[in-house]
């Protein structure tokens, strides 16, 4: 059986997902800042973003 969350919880519950997202995004932007890396490389997905690496790993079925 599903079990049924009380509206005013899951109210507080998204609100909190949203404030850690806006923290992670705000944390994210002033690395950015400091070192030069983009969120992307950051996180270990800058051969996605690097057009030629992309490319040349194939992680891309296409190439700009």
Known sequence: TMETIPQQAEGRAELFNGRAAML???IGIIN???TGFGIAHQI?????VDGYAACRTQF???CF
């Open 24 to 26: 992670g995004i705000a």
């Open 32 to 34: 950015e800042g400091l």
């Open 44 to 48: 270990g997905l800058g051969a996605l």
């Open 60 to 62: 891309l079925p296409f």
